[in-house]
């Protein structure tokens, strides 16, 4: 699907590349413009942060330009191209619409990639930013400021309540569930005692652990789905269950209690690709972090 949505891209903007333009970089191009698609608005990265970026890349490179060197005519053939593609709202609709149908695929990769970051062994670091989706490039796009006040107004809107409406607000709630509990139970995630186990699973599409202390056992379990792409050719999770520890466990993203033993995957991921599941004799989810629908 790709390289045919790729051909069929180059041969539609035939006539806005310059005599320059060489095949490489029109790859960077539909590469970066894919990769850095905002899917919740569904619209492309602004013309100046993907200009600046492909600068900083061709020159790098050397292979066609420089810092020490540069040809002019060959970067003003790119900019031309970049600055035409982004103003043909039909070949935008198109790139939109061949990206909408991996969005499922998007959601469980970058939900099961933050879910893991956070309560993995380890220090659960948040890059500047991240804890909405961030579709940053290399320096200098990196480097802009983060708009905080954003993120609060997000955070006291689900805050009082508000389902999330968009993957950056589902991610946003699963980062703040995550750290309060973190919050609550350091002793789960971090020290001699904290512990760690794996989950027996049987299908090898989900990562499955427990975390906990030696002493007590465990006392939050993590469901995270893994190639979520070959899962869905395989035709999902059919009958494929995970083994969980002794005792009645609650989801705090998606508010499901009542959760025991060898339980169906397909049951505890319907909404969403992850799970993390709280024992219930812990109490509720905290009434500042509403459910994922």
Same mark, same amino acid.
């Given at each position: 699907?790709?390289?045919?949505?790729?051909?069929?891209?180059?041969?539609?903007?035939?006539?806005?590349?310059?005599?320059?333009?060489?095949?490489?970089?029109?790859?960077?191009?539909?590469?970066?413009?894919?990769?850095?698609?905002?899917?919740?608005?569904?619209?492309?990265?602004?013309?100046?942060?993907?200009?600046?970026?492909?600068?900083?890349?061709?020159?790098?490179?050397?292979?066609?330009?420089?810092?020490?060197?540069?040809?002019?005519?060959?970067?003003?053939?790119?900019?031309?191209?970049?600055?035409?593609?982004?103003?043909?709202?039909?070949?935008?609709?198109?790139?939109?619409?061949?990206?909408?149908?991996?969005?499922?695929?998007?959601?469980?990769?970058?939900l099961?990639?933050?879910?893991?970051?956070?309560?993995?062994?380890?220090?659960?670091?948040?890059?500047?930013?991240?804890?909405?989706?961030?579709?940053?490039?290399?320096?200098?796009?990196?480097?802009? =400021?983060?708009?905080? +006040?954003?993120?609060?107004?997000? *955070?006291? @809107?689900?805050?009082? /309540?508000t389902? #999330? !409406?968009?993957?950056?607000?589902?991610?946003?709630?699963?980062?703040?569930?995550?750290?309060?509990?973190?919050?609550?139970?350091?002793?789960?995630?971090?020290?001699?005692?904290?512990?760690?186990?794996?989950?027996?699973?049987?299908?090898?599409?989900?990562?499955?652990?427990?975390?906990?202390?030696?002493?007590?056992?465990?006392?939050v379990?993590?469901?995270?789905?893994?190639?979520?792409?070959?899962?869905?050719?395989?035709?999902?999770?059919?009958?494929?269950?995970?083994?969980?520890?002794?005792?009645?466990?609650?989801?705090?993203?998606?508010g499901r209690?009542g959760?025991?033993?060898?339980?169906?995957?397909? =049951?505890?991921?319907? +909404?969403?690709?992850?799970?993390? *599941?709280? @024992?219930?004799?812990? /109490?509720?989810? #905290? !009434?500042?972090?509403?459910?994922?629908?």
């Amino acid at each position: 699907r790709w390289a045919e949505a790729v051909l069929d891209w180059h041969q539609r903007t035939e006539e806005m590349r310059g005599r320059l333009l060489d095949g490489a970089t029109e790859y960077l191009v539909w590469q970066t413009l894919i990769g850095t698609w905002d899917l919740d608005a569904d619209e492309p990265i602004a013309a100046e942060r993907l200009l600046g970026y492909l600068e900083k890349a061709t020159k790098e490179a050397k292979l066609r330009t420089s810092w020490t060197a540069p040809d002019a005519q060959y970067e003003t053939d790119l900019e031309a191209f970049v600055l035409s593609v982004l103003a043909d709202d039909d070949l935008l609709t198109d790139i939109g619409g061949f990206l909408a149908q991996y969005a499922d695929l998007v959601r469980a990769n970058v939900l099961a990639q933050k879910l893991l970051a956070l309560t993995m062994p380890g220090v659960p670091d948040i890059y500047q930013g991240t804890e909405l989706v961030t579709r940053t490039l290399v320096d200098p796009d990196n480097r802009r =400021d983060v708009d905080f +006040d954003e993120r609060r107004t997000v *955070l006291n @809107r689900l805050d009082s /309540g508000t389902r #999330p !409406a968009t993957l950056s607000e589902e991610k946003l709630l699963l980062v703040a569930t995550v750290l309060r509990l973190r919050r609550d139970h350091p002793e789960w995630f971090v020290g001699p005692d904290a512990s760690y186990a794996p989950l027996a699973t049987t299908t090898s599409h989900l990562i499955a652990y427990a975390r906990g202390t030696h002493a007590d056992g465990p006392q939050v379990l993590v469901l995270a789905t893994r190639l979520p792409k070959t899962l869905d050719r395989l035709g999902g999770w059919d009958a494929s269950t995970v083994a969980l520890p002794p005792g009645n466990w609650r989801d705090l993203l998606s508010g499901r209690d009542g959760v025991q033993g060898n339980a169906v995957i397909a =049951d505890l991921l319907g +909404d969403l690709p992850v799970a993390l *599941l709280l @024992r219930a004799e812990e /109490g509720a989810a #905290p !009434a500042e972090s509403p459910q994922i629908p």
